[in-house]
């Protein structure tokens, strides 16, 4: 009998296992957008949930198309234009070479005082502005290899705005239905654990609320006002520049060391006193961080920064760019769950 009860229990894991992982492959393509619409539904709910509570339960269909509506204009319209730069900025160049009109003002002699790549940078940049054609014959290998690069992070750039796009719409739903939703991922949770379902739900929210306050929305800040800079003094490629602001942001690294760049490129295009204007502006952009995120965090993040730098850099190269927002957050989230299941009510998000 014993046999047959191993024999029993044996087939029915087997059977379970293979179901799950065949549920896994079929909802695979979609985990990304599940998992970032998670994260949009619990960084936005307390917003949502306040004017649900102003308005009334009997109002709840309309406060969420409003709030739909709203928040599509507050996030997504700006997330497309920067998106959209950032492809215009490769077209335009591809466009500008093809057609000989590309223009690429000269360096100021300050670029050869840059530490260590000076020299390079200011003679490549030289030959560069004057003679573009030349300059690409004679490094064509290097530039048709990075071509295909190229493309596919266009490619990227495209798949990622929609996949935004489409989290963004979950979220929505998740944030409507967020009561049904909470009861019934506590009742699994506390299947899988010692009834700790509720505890481990309160520090998933506030770790991913802290991160995406206090890391994201603040990179996004800073790079949509960078972008309205680079804009308005009209550095070329803006988009280049702001995503890199957005990177650096995100992997708390000074974003002056993009701003550096653009505000020598900018004496080199824009009169002096322009350039005066746009270098304080953007070093106001870059220090904003300082200010914004004791505001957004209070007691401030308590997740190392070398797992927001390897969540954002793995997450970056596993999933793309998208991979700049989820990795960080995951890696938290699970960083504050083995300090719960470690040390247990000892710590604190």
């Keep these: 009998m014993k046999n047959n009860d191993t024999i029993t229990t044996t087939l029915k894991t087997l059977v379970l296992l293979v179901l799950l992982v065949w549920c896994f492959t079929i909802i695979k393509p979609f985990v990304l957008i599940m998992v970032w619409g998670i994260i949009l539904a619990i960084s936005l709910f307390s917003v949502y949930n306040y004017f649900i509570k102003k308005a009334g339960e009997g109002n709840k269909k309309h406060i969420t198309l409003i709030f739909a509506l709203s928040a599509t204009v507050v996030f997504i319209a700006p997330t497309y234009a920067i998106s959209t730069s950032l492809a215009n900025s490769f077209v335009d160049i591809i466009e500008g070479i093809r057609n000989h009109t590309l223009a690429i003002p000269l360096p100021s002699e300050s670029v050869k005082q840059w530490p260590?790549?000076?020299?390079?940078?200011?003679?490549?940049?030289?030959?560069?502005?004057?003679?573009?054609?030349?300059?690409?014959?004679?490094?064509?290998?290097?530039?048709?290899?990075?071509?295909?690069?190229?493309?596919s992070g266009l490619k990227g750039f495209i798949g990622t705005f929609f996949t935004f796009f489409v989290s963004f719409i979950v979220s929505i739903a998740l944030m409507y239905n967020a009561t049904y939703l909470k009861q019934r991922m506590l009742l699994i949770i506390n299947k899988l654990t010692n009834n700790d379902g509720e505890e481990i739900i309160?520090?998933?929210?506030?770790?991913?609320?802290?991160?995406?306050?206090?890391?994201?929305?603040?990179?996004?800040?800073?790079?949509?006002?960078?972008?309205?800079?680079?804009?308005?003094?009209?550095?070329?490629?803006?988009?280049v520049f702001t995503f890199l602001v957005l990177v650096l942001g995100i992997i708390q690294i000074p974003v002056l060391l993009v701003m550096l760049p653009a505000i020598m490129l900018s004496f080199s295009m824009a009169d002096?006193?322009?350039?005066?204007?746009?270098?304080?502006?953007?070093?106001?952009?870059?220090?904003?961080?300082?200010?914004?995120?004791?505001?957004?965090?209070?007691?401030?993040?308590?997740?190392?920064?070398?797992?927001?730098?390897?969540?954002?850099?793995?997450?970056?190269?596993?999933?793309?760019?998208?991979?700049?927002f989820i990795g960080p957050v995951v890696l938290a989230v699970m960083y504050r769950m083995l300090e719960y299941w470690t040390f247990g009510e000892r710590t604190k998000v």
């Design 116 to 151: 260590f790549i000076g020299e390079t940078v200011f003679k490549n940049w030289s030959d560069l502005s004057s003679d573009i054609q030349n300059y690409l014959i004679k490094h064509s290998a290097f530039i048709l290899d990075k071509i295909p690069n190229i493309l």
């Design 202 to 239: 309160s520090i998933s929210s506030k770790v991913i609320k802290s991160v995406v306050k206090g890391v994201l929305l603040v990179a996004l800040i800073q790079s949509a006002l960078a972008f309205v800079g680079f804009r308005v003094i009209g550095i070329p490629a803006a988009g």
């Design 272 to 324: 002096t006193t322009s350039a005066i204007i746009f270098t304080i502006y953007t070093i106001l952009v870059a220090l904003l961080d300082n200010v914004l995120k004791p505001i957004f965090l209070g007691k401030g993040l308590k997740t190392p920064t070398i797992l927001i730098l390897l969540g954002t850099i793995g997450g970056m190269l596993l999933h793309g760019i998208i991979g700049l």
